[in-house]
């Protein structure tokens, strides 16, 4: 069974630092792999996704995040945080095409920016 | 503009009387699915659907009914609400599963109350 593992349920940042969030997976094949925002009081919005080719792969809001195989790792960085970064951040694992096609998600990491 | 929208989007209601939170997509997509979030526990998934009349159960299904008579609708039902339904749920689609883009919508969340 496919399953994500967000070590990290809380983080604080000083605006300005750099940002690492923690996401590792399990699943038995090439895994498809998603990172969702979640601002207070609002839907998840995709920050970026992880399907084949190049492992850092670029999202909106300056976000990037790094696939390695051989870690089951997905990390989310940013190099410099803005206060409106501070939200609940989801990772995800899917499985590819001609299966369930089923999403699941991590526990999140909620992210508080200091000023 | 491509959208899942759920309905309402809160409610409190109370304990054994019946109700339903409506999801409808604009985008055809064939794979439907709700999931209930509550804090330290993510996203779980209740119930999705591959296609019309094709509903299945996630890993929570208990105490919930889904229909899919309609590509576009996905309904989630209620039938004798308790206490511990008290969550906040997401509707989301899929496109199609074979070799194409895996991205799930989300619609902009549920906040249901059962007193």
Same mark, same amino acid.
């Given at each position: 069974a496919q399953s994500v593992?967000?070590?990290?349920?809380h983080i604080t940042v000083s605006e300005g630092a750099s940002l690492e969030l923690r996401c590792n997976y399990s699943y038995g094949a090439t895994p498809y792999l998603f990172w969702y925002v979640q601002s207070p009081g609002q839907g998840l919005q995709l920050l970026l996704k992880y399907f084949? $080719?190049?492992?850092?792969?670029? $999202?909106?809001? $300056?976000?990037?995040?790094?696939?390695?195989?051989s870690q089951s790792s997905f990390n989310l960085r940013k190099p410099s945080v803005h206060w409106s970064d501070a939200a609940e951040y989801f990772c995800a694992v899917g499985a590819p095409a001609g299966t369930a096609s089923k999403l699941t998600f991590g526990t999140g990491t909620r992210l508080q920016v200091t000023l | 503009e491509a959208q899942v929208t759920q309905n309402p989007r809160y409610l409190i209601t109370v304990t054994g009387k019946k109700l339903t939170v409506t999801c409808s997509q604009n985008m055809n997509h064939e794979y439907m699915s709700w999931y209930r979030q509550d804090p330290g526990l993510g996203l779980r998934q209740i119930y999705y659907s591959m296609n019309v009349e094709v509903t299945d159960k996630g890993d929570v299904p208990e105490g919930y009914k889904v229909s899919r008579k309609e590509?576009?609708?996905?309904? =989630?039902? =209620?039938?004798?609400?308790?206490?511990?339904? #008290?969550? =906040?749920?997401?509707?989301?689609?899929?496109?199609?599963?074979?070799?194409?883009? #895996?991205?799930?919508f989300f619609g902009q969340g549920t906040r249901l109350t059962v007193v």
């Open positions: 593992t967000q070590p990290d349920i084949s $080719g190049d492992t850092l792969v670029q $999202g909106i809001k $300056g976000f990037e995040a790094e696939f390695k195989r | 590509k576009r609708n996905f309904p =989630l039902i =209620l039938e004798s609400p308790s206490p511990n339904q #008290t969550s =906040l749920y997401f509707c989301a689609s899929r496109p199609p599963r074979q070799g194409m883009n #895996t991205e799930a």
